[in-house]
């Protein structure tokens, strides 16, 4: 297979939840384009912000799902945040751990000390996922904050897609304790760079693709780590919020789901695509039916060229003809 978007890419970055799966389900697509990766030779890394599990725990699961991977292919925000900590504390430190025990694993893996207590006199409190956080881990959080100790949370996503629908990410709780402290968090996984820069480095890689759902993490980190991005849309964000994205969380391509790494990257590039026409006019963007073949995603596409070339931010969206008012439909933006 050759003219496809993982062509002159060197590894790929696969976001998890919302991109290669929903809790407990494949995505439609992820199995046939994971491994079409694998097939070319081009290095996978999957890339989480979730700190709850460990890396065996991801490839176990993956394994569960029909995905062949190793924990060398796992980057997982846990790791990313136990690296900032030892970056900015010296060994044998004690650190304040809310989450999981996998996130205790791997700060004592780094050579710190995972302590549970403000009474321990942490010199730092990393935050991660866990579901059986309670009322007691944030206030001890709180009080070590409060007290000077480092800060740093993996990641700060506010939600988490499951196969029943969104519910509570990191970054709920990370607002807790935000507003518990007044204070912010070092944040280590997307849209911050140590995640991503730790995956393309353990890969060997020098042209890396990001791939996700998720427009201010997934997305924005690829701004931030200077790598191009394919937003897919089987998570977290829609079309609407794609077209009204700021310049700092715009991907460079967009497909339905992981099977655009296997088109011609002119056709899920964010450009002016054969089918449609887009005018910003008045501060309305209109869409009109031109000459060939065409389908929604190319309107989506040429919608985005058009509107980011102009502005940014929400815009009322109208049809100029039949065609487009279905498209529209179909996209949610009519």
Not at 12 to 28: I, K, N, Q, S
Not at 131 to 142: F, V
Not at 207 to 232: F, H, K, W, Y
């Amino acid at each position: 297979m050759s003219g496809t978007l993982l062509d002159g890419h060197d590894v790929v970055l696969f976001d998890l939840d919302g991109t290669v799966f929903r809790g407990g389900e494949l995505v439609p697509g992820a199995l046939e384009a994971v491994r079409e990766v694998h097939r070319r030779g081009v290095q996978v890394r999957y890339v989480t912000n979730n700190a709850s599990k460990p890396d065996q725990a991801v490839v176990d699961h993956l394994a569960g799902l029909g995905l062949t991977a190793e924990r060398a292919e796992v980057s997982t925000s846990a790791q990313a945040g136990a690296a900032v900590l030892a970056e900015k504390l010296p060994a044998g430190s004690r650190v304040l751990v809310v989450g999981s025990a996998a996130l205790a694993s791997e700060v004592d893996r780094v050579g710190l000390v995972p302590v549970s207590d403000f009474a321990d006199d942490p010199a730092a409190v990393v935050q991660g996922l866990s579901t059986e956080i309670a009322y007691r881990d944030l206030a001890e959080a709180c009080l070590a904050i409060r007290a000077g100790a480092l800060w740093v949370a993996c990641n700060g996503d506010r939600t988490l897609p499951t196969e029943r629908g969104l519910v509570p990410g990191n970054g709920a709780l990370v607002e807790l304790l935000r507003a518990a402290t007044d204070q912010e968090p070092l944040v280590a996984g997307k849209p911050e760079r140590p995640l991503l820069d730790r995956a393309v480095d353990s890969a060997g890689g020098r042209s890396p693709l990001m791939v996700g759902d998720r427009l201010d993490t997934d997305i924005a980190g690829a701004v931030n780590a200077g790598m191009p991005s394919l937003m897919v849309l089987t998570g977290v964000n829609t079309p609407a919020d794609l077209l009204g994205a700021a310049p700092e969380m715009r991907p460079d391509h967009v497909a339905a789901d992981l099977r655009g790494l296997l088109q011609d990257p002119a056709e899920v590039a964010i450009a002016a695509q054969p089918g449609w026409r887009a005018r910003v006019e008045d501060g309305v963007l209109e869409l009109a039916r031109s000459e060939g073949e065409a389908d929604a995603l190319a309107a989506l596409r040429t919608l985005c060229a058009a509107w980011w070339a102009a502005s940014s931010g929400p815009v009322e969206v109208r049809a100029a003809d039949e065609p487009a008012k279905a498209a529209l439909r179909e996209l949610g933006l009519a």
